[in-house]
């Protein structure tokens, strides 16, 4: 997309009064991000938005449809026309025109949920052989290489999190995904790590299978934001 301030042919919003207008949200950063960001959807409704729009990454766009206030989700490699909307935001400009603080973060949770089919399909695979008492973890050790502050937040390798397996009655599932996914293959000796990755079609399965943990440990990336979204 050329960017969407010379390409839509409607004003970039700034605050002014939602009532009874259609909004675009645009996309902005990574998707972590968007994930974060969607859930003021449901406030800008509450503000009067007639219909709003949600534009975000392929792989977002079937779990971005579950958010309240989101009438309609475009994925980036799909047609956008360039009207239909009162207005635009990117979605970083949302909590200054809301005039957010920390006593009025949107924090109902949760705030997202997986399709209901693909939980009931994952709730048959996970669950079959779960043990009493089991602990059942989803891991994910980096982030996209791509992002500039990648080295602050990315693990070197999943040899890092090997001392996890000494934790008595736990079973660990990978939910790494792009860098790093090829060693949940052959995890370090002792983790013992159900290598999910590549069946993760995209993060409406992530959060089907994030459903079925008891816990997620993460480091600063999409599946963080995505299993605070679910309140896992």
Known sequence: ???????????????????????LIGVEAGQGDMIQLCRYAAVLKA????????????PLKTLLSTAAGVDEVIAINEALPKRGWD????????PFHCRTRLDNIPARLPYLAADPHRLA????????????????????????????????????ALDVLAPLGAVAG??????QKGVGEDQAAQPPAGLKLVNLAPQLRDFSDTAAIIDNLDLVISVDTAVAHLAGALGK
């Open 1 to 23: 997309y050329a960017p969407l301030e010379d390409y839509l042919e409607c004003p970039r919003w700034q605050g002014e009064a939602l009532v009874g207008k259609a909004l």
């Open 47 to 58: 503000c009067g938005a007639r219909r709003i729009t949600l534009l975000c990454h392929p």
């Open 87 to 94: 207005v635009w935001t990117p979605p970083f400009s949302i």
């Open 121 to 156: 399909c994952w709730s048959a695979r996970l669950q079959h052989d779960r043990t009493p008492g089991e602990l059942r973890v989803g891991l994910c050790w980096k982030g996209s290489a791509s992002f500039e502050n990648d080295d602050q937040r990315s693990l070197p």
């Open 170 to 175: 736990a079973r660990f599932f990978s939910l």
